[in-house]
């Protein structure tokens, strides 16, 4: 059973950077793709990135391209979302997910089976 873990986050001004942790455990690692999601109350949870198992395929909503990264280290189970240029529009609760059984990169919540517990990330004007 995999477990994953969240940190970083939390309050920045419009157009600082911020970078989120996903480590996970209890798995092999490099058999999982990872995305990662965000949510705002009274809305679905939406994509945001996503990385293949091996890290050489990575995969980006339009409204985070060219700001955002998403990068992974096997060796340390972890994935890094790195945002940079940050918008008060991405404020939301962002949570990582994994999943070993899915055969290209994952853009829908529904397709990935473990998750974090979410971090808060809020982006003032």
């Known amino acids: 059973q995999l477990q994953v873990e969240q940190s970083g986050g939390g309050l920045v001004q419009a157009g600082g950077s911020l970078r989120l942790y996903c480590a996970t455990s209890g798995g092999t690692f490099s058999s999982y793709h990872v995305g990662w999601f965000r949510q705002v109350p009274g809305k679905q949870r939406e994509f945001v990135a996503a990385v293949s198992k091996s890290g050489s395929t990575t995969y980006y909503s339009d409204s985070v391209k060219g700001r955002f990264t998403i990068s992974r280290d096997n060796a340390k189970n972890t994935v890094y979302l790195q945002m940079n240029s940050l918008k008060p529009e991405d404020t939301a609760v962002y949570y990582c997910?994994?999943?070993?059984?899915?055969?290209?990169?994952?853009?829908?919540?529904?397709?990935?089976?473990?998750w974090g517990q979410g971090t808060q990330v809020t982006v003032s004007s």
């Open positions: 997910a994994a999943d070993w059984t899915l055969l290209r990169l994952g853009v829908s919540p529904g397709e990935y089976q473990y």
